[in-house]
């Protein structure tokens, strides 16, 4: 939103052309979203497109030919775009604003100073959800400025449990600080996060559906995260057996409250005021190990503006739950037991990092 307020302010105040400014996101659904609310602000939805789809478009134009493969190689089309706009010198924009910017490679900073006269980009490492990116550092020097310029603005969303339980996957005890700083949001009704410990895959759909249908009668916006695809069948299932509405996030209709369900990758830049995880457990991704899951801990946690409610399937020995673990008698998560984990309190000897005292 900040960028499409930034992109009307430079549309009026160098009277910029519509179809000389381009706003880029990463995901369809932040696409989507923002097409829907361009017109607000009097700007022509068809400006807001993602970064790789118009790179495939225009790889295509110059026959790149790994942009008409089945399953594209988008870190070569942008290699090879890079390549041949700053041979070409070609200016296409007047403006380009960019959002994510910390998911972005150096071939596509090459392309965003070669085809743009101005950049604007948004970027926040902590958000990074893959293992390659960018730092602020290497992005001005990419863009040629000096890191000693760069602005940060501090200002989030999450009410500050929810940016509590966030910052606890963050990597160094400075970081955390820093992201806590930012938060300038009240409270407002204290609302603890909750991790539930299912014993199936079966209780943990359960409680998920039927906590999302407590929340949509609250009049809120829900999003179910889930580590893939895989997830949404049978999510579907057992919403429809509880008689539950919900919706990829591509059907999803508005901003008004309903429940939607939507992997981690496609949820950056969205906002919702309770977010769900299940799922979180060894092999529930396609890629990656517990560092992968800490980063989409992290940025899923932080899609809530007031509520998170995460679920697992015990897993012993997990580090991933180690500090809420040590954290549970505290205020900042609350952990809940499935009907097939109520058994007696772990002896004073566990160690309270141990996921074992909750089996």
């Not at 870190?75 to 604003?97: G, M, N, P, Q, W």
């Not at 806590?180 to 609302?191: A, C, N, W």
């Not at 369900?261 to 060894?282: C, E, M, N, Q, R």
Request: aromatic fraction near 8%.
């Amino acid at each position: 939103m900040v960028l499409l307020h930034r992109a009307a302010f430079l549309r009026d105040r160098f009277r910029i052309p519509e179809k000389s400014m381009a706003v880029f996101v990463y995901t369809k659904a932040l696409r989507r979203y923002l097409r829907q609310e361009a017109p607000l602000l009097g700007l022509d939805p068809q400006t807001v497109n993602t970064f790789d789809s118009w790179c495939w478009h225009k790889a295509r134009e110059i026959r790149v030919r790994e942009a008409f493969r089945k399953d594209p190689d988008f870190s070569t089309i942008r290699e090879k775009l890079a390549r041949f706009f700053e041979a070409e010198k070609r200016v296409l924009f007047d403006a380009v604003l960019v959002d994510e910017g910390q998911d972005l490679d150096e071939p596509a900073y090459r392309i965003l100073r070669t085809v743009a006269r101005h950049v604007t980009v948004c970027t926040d490492p902590n958000q990074r959800i893959y293992d390659r990116g960018s730092s602020d550092g290497e992005i001005a020097r990419w863009l040629g400025l000096d890191p000693s310029r760069v602005a940060f603005l501090d200002a989030f969303r999450c009410s500050p449990l929810v940016s509590q339980l966030a910052s606890l996957y963050l990597a160094s005890p400075e970081s955390q600080e820093q992201f806590l700083r930012q938060v300038r949001q009240g409270q407002g009704e204290r609302e603890v996060p909750v991790l539930f410990v299912a014993s199936s895959q079966r209780e943990e759909r359960e409680r998920v559906v039927s906590v999302a249908k407590t929340r949509l009668a609250r009049g809120e916006r829900v999003g179910i995260l889930v580590p893939s695809k895989s997830f949404f069948r049978p999510l579907e299932q057992e919403a429809a057996r509880q008689g539950l509405g919900i919706a990829a996030w591509e059907e999803a209709e508005g901003e008004g409250p309903g429940v939607v369900v939507l992997t981690y990758h496609a949820a950056k830049g969205l906002v919702f005021d309770s977010v769900l995880l299940p799922g979180i457990w060894p092999g529930a991704l396609r890629h990656g190990d517990e560092g992968a899951w800490e980063r989409l801990l992290f940025v899923g946690i932080t899609r809530a503006r007031r509520w998170v409610f995460l679920a697992t399937q015990a897993s012993p020995g997990s580090q991933l739950f180690a500090p809420l673990v040590r954290l549970s008698k505290s205020p900042v998560v609350e952990i809940q037991r499935g009907a097939c984990e109520r058994q007696p309190a772990p002896s004073p000897s566990s160690s309270p990092d141990d996921l074992r005292g909750l089996v």
